[in-house]
Structure formats: structure tokens, C-alpha cells
């Protein structure tokens, strides 16, 4: 059964940092497009950042310089190191993974950035 986890989530203050985590359950996960997207209460679910398998990037405006995506091919994993936080990063953050018709969803950690 395919699964996708993050942890890492908290309550931090304005100018914080956080590190999340995506463990997969997936066979062939180097080949997997890894995603970052979140949602705030009341908002849609934007995409936030990506990384493909040659580990090349890209990232939302609204986060560029301030979050890193990374993976561990070697360890099934995706991390988004988050740096400056603003209170209005605060959402829910959802791992997604994405190899040509199957798409997979983590269930979410909550970051809070509050003083």
C-alpha cells in the first residue's frame, strides 16, 4: 500500500524556522516528481514547492528564498526546509507524489506561525 507521511510540523514565531519531512512507501520514488503544496483555512490548496528526479526545483513566488525543497532517493524521502516564516505561511502542509497516472497524497502536518 502506497503511503506518503510528513511530520515535522509545529507552532513557531514570525522569522522561525521548520524542517518537514515526507517519508514514501513507494517503489521507484527516484523516478517520482515530489511536491510541496499547502492550505489555509478558508483558502484553496496552492501548490508551494517541486523537485524532480535530476533534483532540479522550482518554488512559489510567495516562498522563493525562503524554502528549500530537497529529496534522499536513498531513503524514500522529501524535505521542505522553511526559513523566515510569516504568519500567513500558516496551513496545513501536504506531500505529494506524482509518476505518470498515479498521483499520491500525504495527510497533512499542521505549521502554525504565531507569536
Known amino acids: 500500500q502506497v503511503q506518503l507521511v510528513e511530520s515535522g510540523g509545529g507552532l513557531v514565531p514570525p522569522g522561525g524556522s521548520l524542517r518537514l519531512s515526507c517519508a514514501a512507501s513507494?517503489?521507484?520514488?527516484?523516478?517520482?516528481?515530489m511536491a510541496w503544496y499547502r492550505q489555509a483555512p478558508g483558502k484553496e490548496r496552492e501548490w508551494v514547492a517541486g523537485i524532480i528526479s535530476s533534483g532540479t526545483t522550482n518554488y512559489a513566488d510567495s516562498v522563493k528564498g525562503r524554502f528549500t525543497i530537497s529529496r534522499d532517493n536513498a531513503k524514500n524521502m522529501v524535505y521542505l526546509q522553511m526559513n523566515s516564516l510569516k504568519v500567513e505561511d500558516t496551513a496545513v502542509y501536504y506531500c505529494?507524489?506524482?509518476?505518470?497516472?498515479?498521483?499520491?497524497w500525504g495527510q497533512g502536518t499542521q505549521v502554525t506561525v504565531s507569536s
Open positions: 505529494k507524489g506524482v509518476l505518470g497516472s498515479r498521483t499520491y
Open positions: 513507494v517503489s521507484i520514488f527516484s523516478r517520482y516528481v
